[in-house]
């Protein structure tokens, strides 16, 4: 409370008590709310979202609860002649210059929850109280104008805000092809209903609501083709739909290709494609329908909110054991080749004892030295391994999907192993871990970490208890050999370390799928590979014709890596965008489309400088002109653009 601390033995009634000390309460808050509502009760800014925002003002809903009368505050009615208008020194009144968003500071409430969204829930930073008594406010940044701050349009302020002070723009929804028939747009109201998206903010919802489609499905129609863009994810309202993995082959035995995994899903399973949509990484599968059905498709955006739900987030895990534990550990290289009966007893080992954990980047893992307790599949993601020796950092590599960590820990090992043989170090282990019985976890002493592990970029991790994994190892003989062998050769390389190799991590190549490299043994800055690119795109994207690719970059020996995008395996660009218009194209590509509003996110979250934003001529819009003051001018709508190599 603002005025009482809390003590044992305190007695504290709401207004949902009953009896006359309820009516204390409920009567307190019907004058605060009448007078925070003559003052801050606006129509949403713009007019053509205030038939739809008003159902989802708290102010209002407040208002209408308690019964509250705000004209009793009116000063113009008890005013004659009415007062002249307070100055509000530091603040404004309505802000359009965000291209997403609209800020009427006249609306606002000072409840602070912009303030704990920017800076609690997203770490930016941005919003923050301005002034004092009267003319104090929300500012972002030094009290300018939001399209001129920091702000990345991330819209954690707008869902958060209870009134009509943060609204949206409306912004451009997926086209529809016309002959597609099946596909509609859903609305935000079918959305609030569903309970689905119980938990996710109606305001959210309805900015969102053109980034879910409405799929009704044929018997026999494929939904998506395992190597294709994984840039949605599926919810299943009705109907059984088959998935079917093939081996990644290639040539002319890509046509006799037997499926290595075959399931089935069921509205029960309710969701799939999710973590392709998460990771910006190929389907993993072809999914087909074994019968009419109909799939919610949503975008990016929403399966993010959906996941930052704790009941939902567990019911996805929950099911991931379930359905798809045993396709990801495939791609595991500890898993390779194993027997798929033996391979069947280990995923049904593993399934019940997996954690999960998410790291975004730049947390650590873990730290050299450390007491090593778990063991880690990385099931998104890339992690920055460094090997320390006499205090400083001698190695650096890269580790990604399809790997495990901190086995060496785990195991105990220590540089003297790496002398031993593989069959030796495994033999010694083996009747170890037969002599401890049910004391596994005191069979020998806990081993430390070896290496510091620190996120590169976000991270999906599934983690093991130390006393699981020696119970795997004691269990599965190939397992264990395959363990072993594998710690054996890193230990043995741990220490020696390689420029190049060093450069290849500190350089961000190991994200790169599709990197343009320079031989400047054999450049001659003819300009060719310039021009052709500029002819290559013509002005289909942004009215004028503009150079893609930058003969500028970081070096490698006798090599330069040019500034184009790098197609990264889990862009960090498609982060965050406010819209949903940058995604992978047919061939993993970086594809910005027609709706990007312009907000530079996706230029500010490129560590590689691939993306940068140029007037798009195609669509002009009015602005201030900064150096005729009262006059407007036509300018070109800032958009992205990037290389699609």
């Known amino acids: 409370a603002c005025q009482h601390q809390v003590k044992d033995g305190m007695e504290v009634f709401t207004m949902n008590a009953p009896g ?32 739809e925002l008003k159902h989802f003002n708290e102010l209002r809903r407040m208002t209408e609860t308690c019964g509250a009368d705000p004209s009793r505050f009116n000063l113009e009615i008890v005013s ?61 940044d030094l009290n300018i104008p939001m399209g001129q701050s920091t702000c990345v349009q991330c819209g954690e302020c707008m869902v958060s805000c209870p009134t009509s002070a943060i609204t949206f723009k409306p912004v451009a929804q997926i086209e529809i092809l016309a002959k597609d028939r099946s596909a509609e747009v859903l609305k935000a109201k079918e959305l609030i209903s569903d309970p689905i998206f119980a938990g996710i903010p109606p305001k959210f919802l309805l900015w969102q609501q053109g980034l879910v489609i409405r799929r009704r499905i044929k018997k026999g129609q ?58 910006g990484s190929p389907r993993a599968a072809n999914v087909t329908a074994l019968e009419a059905g109909e799939v919610w498709e949503i975008r990016r955006n929403v399966l993010d909110r959906l996941m930052r739900l704790p009941s939902q987030r567990r019911r996805f895990e929950t099911e991931y054991r379930e359905r798809s ?16 009966e033996e391979y069947s007893r280990i995923v049904d080992y593993l399934r019940r004892r997996l954690a999960f954990v998410r790291l975004r980047a730049g947390q650590t893992l873990f730290e050299h030295g450390e007491i090593a307790t778990h063991l880690y599949f990385v099931r ?22 399809g790997t495990i960590l901190g ?21 010694a282990l083996k009747r170890a871990l037969d002599r401890a019985g049910d004391d596994l976890g005191n069979v020998f002493p806990p081993g430390v970490r070896t290496a510091t592990c620190v996120a590169l970029n976000n991270l999906e991790l599934a983690q093991l208890s130390r006393a699981d994994f020696l119970q795997m190892l004691r269990k599965f003989d190939l397992l264990r050999q395959r363990v072993v062998a594998q710690s054996l050769a890193r ?54 014709p503009i150079p893609r690719l930058l003969r500028a970059g970081q070096r490698l020996d006798h ?40 907000c530079g996110l996706c230029a500010e979250n490129c560590p590689y400088g691939s993306i940068f934003m140029i007037p798009n001529e195609r669509n002009r819009i009015v602005t201030l002109d900064p150096e005729n003051a009262g006059r407007s001018r036509l300018v070109g709508q800032l958009k992205a653009a990037n290389c699609d190599l």
């Open 491 to 544: 230990l043995r390389s741990s220490t020696v370390g390689h420029r190049i190799l060093d450069d290849y991590v500190a350089q961000g190549l190991y994200e790169g799928q599709s990197i343009l490299v320079l031989d400047l043994d054999n450049f001659t800055r003819c300009d060719a590979s310039t021009r052709g690119c500029v002819e290559q795109h013509g002005t289909k994207t942004h009215g004028i």
């Open 80 to 140: 004659n002649p009415p007062p002249p208008a307070r100055p509000l020194a530091g603040r404004r009144e309505l802000d359009s210059s965000s291209p997403v968003f609209l800020v009427d500071h006249g609306a606002c409430i000072l409840c602070d929850r912009c303030v704990r969204a920017c800076d609690d829930v997203r770490k930016n930073h941005v919003i923050g109280r301005t002034g004092k008594g009267v003319t104090a406010g929300i500012g972002f």
């Open 222 to 279: 494929v939904l998506c083709r395992q190597g294709d863009p994984g840039n949605t994810a599926f919810i299943i309202r009705r109907g059984e739909f088959k998935v079917t993995v093939f081996p990644s082959v290639r040539g002319a035995g890509a046509w006799f290709k037997k499926p290595i995994f075959e399931t089935q899903l069921t509205p029960a399973d309710m969701i799939f494609g999710e973590m392709a949509c998460l990771s």
């Open 380 to 401: 998104l993601g890339h992690v920055r391994v460094s090997v320390h020796e006499h205090g400083r950092e001698a190695k650096v590599v890269s580790s990604g999907p």
């Open 20 to 51: 006359p000390d309820g009516d204390r309460v409920r009567q307190t808050v019907k004058a605060v709310t009448e007078l925070l509502a003559a003052d801050h009760l606006k129509p949403a800014h713009p007019p053509e979202l205030e038939k």
């Open 325 to 340: 534990l045993d396709l990801a550990l495939q791609h595991t290289d500890l898993f390779k080749g194993i027997e798929q």
């Open 407 to 427: 086995e060496i820990g785990l195991l105990a090992f220590t540089p003297d192993d790496d002398h031993k043989s593989v069959k030796e170090v495994d033999l």
């Open 559 to 598: 090599f330069m890596v040019a500034t184009s995008c790098r197609s990264c395996t889990d862009p960090h660009c498609m982060v965050g965008c406010p819209v949903d218009s940058i995604h992978r194209g047919k061939h993993l590509q970086i594809v910005i489309e027609d709706h990007c509003i312009g």
